[in-house]
């Protein structure tokens, strides 16, 4: 991992919800390393206000996701001889709303990185891109804070032991 539980954890309790942002942006700006951004996020939604969390780590991660999107938008950029490839692949993508596809990946724990890099080589809209993304990362990441809320302290009475 490249940013650790506790390094993260630090931020967020440290920085309160700039912390929160800042862990969501670090552990999205990277491409396919994985981190344990949920985690923290899922724990400290029982410390700190979940929609709040949630809102901060979302933008912070929509943000970091744009580095996936401009990886996808550099490689055709050097690969010229692609780019006749690349309008089939405009074409496809546009008949099964793009939008829809992108919120339904940034909301779940599907490989979002692959969709940023495509939309990116396909010139997809960035203002769109950016929107579709950061509604299903502020989806994704308040119900991680909420499922922290209403759980962390049930999960640790649960394994106290006496």
């Not at 390393?33 to 400290?44: G, K, M, Q, R, W």
């Not at 692959?114 to 119900?143: E, N, P, S």
């Amino acid at each position: 991992m490249v940013f650790g539980l506790e390094f993260l954890e630090a931020l967020v309790l440290s920085h309160g919800y700039l912390g929160a942002f800042l862990t969501g942006f670090l552990s999205s700006f990277t491409l396919f390393i994985p981190s344990p951004a949920f985690f923290v996020i899922f724990l400290l939604g029982s410390k700190l206000n979940p929609l709040l969390l949630g809102i901060s780590a979302g933008l912070g991660s929509a943000i970091g996701e744009m580095v996936s999107y401009f990886a996808g938008y550099g490689v055709t950029v050097i690969a010229k001889k692609y780019r006749k490839n690349l309008n089939g692949i405009r074409k496809s993508f546009h008949r099964y709303k793009p939008t829809v596809v992108i919120f339904i990946f940034a909301a779940t724990p599907l490989p979002f990185d692959l969709v940023g890099i495509l939309c990116g080589a396909i010139r997809y809209d960035k203002k769109k891109f950016f929107l579709a993304t950061l509604a299903g990362k502020l989806v994704k990441f308040t119900f991680i804070a909420y499922a922290g809320f209403y759980s962390v302290e049930w999960i640790v009475n649960y394994f106290k032991i006496d």
